[in-house]
């Protein structure tokens, strides 16, 4: 081994990595920041939800006119670094920003961690207008930077690490940016923290003692958190397609089904299911949550996301997960908390295909105790949520059921994983 030349390549990552992590930090904290400002502005002005239809006709137009290079969002990334060509536009960051807050501002039922991801993963990329990077290093930049805009704006840095990488494809794991998305994860959760970042604290549940009838009945639930998350991926996506072949003019679809999700939100009176949905998440951690939640959740984010407006799917799905967990208790006998905390994760680990990742996620929300649990979850509703997931650009690289076989030693003398 060429000792001098790996060292000088793990500096030069360290410095790429911590430049990544910075830039993604920053943009959280603003993103968070500004989040909670129109959360807050939004709750206590609620008529400004009737104007979310206008608000959507903006956003459409805006990425219309002017953002059609980036309106793919989270694919994109995926994308180039499936097959690296050109650099992100650097306008991706800003107009993600904008459309994201406009959403919440006005009541969308939307999330996150898709902007933040964006985010994170743009702006990583434009260090190669400035450093002398090859086209196969830039899928370590993407990854990274996708990672630690997830670990900063979630406040799970050791997701992020994983998530980055966990993403790209479906069935296969590699750890090729291992180094730097460790280097961009942490260093950007500690930036957005710095920075004021309001991260969201959750309650604290009581975990019981591992055993195999506990463990047996959190995989059953994970066949249902496999379920929801591939019943939100294919009426997301059903929404989107119908969407697309009605209405012609691109700007109109936003405006349109901004006009039916508040039409819902009159008929079904609560508001409950406008914006992030945060403070449900935590009750439902506490007390029991009915069935109704988890099915409303699911409705309002689909109409939301799948006619165009911006904000990514991860906490309407924890939503949806915490909600359905909540109510399992009612079918299976283990603790609703339990059950909400692990919902938590596995139904979006099931719906972007990352079980490692938001078994992490879990761990260190609610604590290690929560892992041989959040695992099973995570994985169960992983194998039962089909293999096309909230990001049309994962590739499969394997079927989950092969992958699970061969895992299991179910496969023919000399066979590997890769084929």
Request: glycine share 10%; net charge positive.
């Amino acid at each position: 081994m060429n000792r001098p030349k790996t060292l000088n390549r793990y500096i030069r990552w360290t410095y790429l990595s911590a430049i990544s992590g910075i830039l993604a930090g920053i943009a959280a904290a603003i993103f968070l920041i500004s989040l909670e400002w129109a959360t807050e502005l939004r709750n206590h002005n609620r008529i400004i939800i009737w104007a979310l239809p206008f608000a959507g006709l903006f956003i459409g137009w805006m990425y219309h006119r002017y953002g059609k290079d980036v309106a793919p969002g989270h694919n994109l990334i995926l994308d180039e670094i499936h097959d690296p060509k050109k650099v992100v536009p650097i306008h991706m960051a800003p107009f993600i920003l904008v459309g994201t807050v406009l959403t919440h501002l006005f009541g969308g039922s939307a999330g996150r961690e898709g902007t933040a991801v964006q985010m994170g993963a743009s702006l990583s990329d434009q260090l190669s207008r400035f450093f002398k990077i090859e086209p196969e290093e830039r899928k370590i930049l993407l990854a990274a930077g996708a990672g630690a805009g997830f670990g900063a704006a979630i406040g799970a840095p050791w997701a992020g690490v994983i998530f980055g990488m966990e993403v790209i494809n479906v069935g296969k794991l590699r750890l090729f940016a291992w180094f730097e998305c460790l280097i961009a994860s942490l260093v950007g959760y500690s930036v957005s923290v710095l920075l004021g970042a309001p991260h969201t604290r959750y309650p604290m549940i009581e975990i019981p003692e591992v055993d195999l009838r506990t463990l047996f009945f959190v995989a059953i639930a994970g066949v249902f958190f496999g379920l929801a998350a591939k019943l939100f991926s294919m009426s997301t996506h059903l929404v989107e397609k119908i969407t697309t072949r009605l209405v012609k003019y691109p700007p109109m679809k936003p405006f349109l089904g901004g006009l039916l999700v508040v039409i819902l939100f009159y008929l079904e009176g609560s508001y409950k299911y406008a914006g992030l949905g945060i403070p449900y998440i935590q009750e439902a951690l506490l007390n029991h949550a009915p069935f109704k939640e988890p099915i409303l959740k699911s409705i309002f984010t689909s109409l939301t996301i799948g006619t165009g407006f911006k904000g990514g799917e991860f906490i309407p799905l924890v939503f949806i997960g915490t909600t359905l967990g909540s109510a399992l208790a009612f079918l299976l006998p283990v603790s609703f908390a339990l059950l909400a905390a692990v919902g938590f994760a596995a139904v979006f680990g099931g719906a972007a295909n990352t079980p490692i990742a938001c078994t992490i996620m879990a761990m260190e929300i609610f604590g290690p105790r929560i892992g041989l649990f959040a695992l099973v979850a995570c994985f169960m509703s992983y194998y039962f949520s089909g293999h096309h997931g909230i990001y049309k650009s994962q590739r499969i690289y394997m079927k989950k059921h092969k992958k699970l076989l061969w895992w299991l030693g179910w496969r023919r003398n000399g066979e590997s994983a890769e084929h």
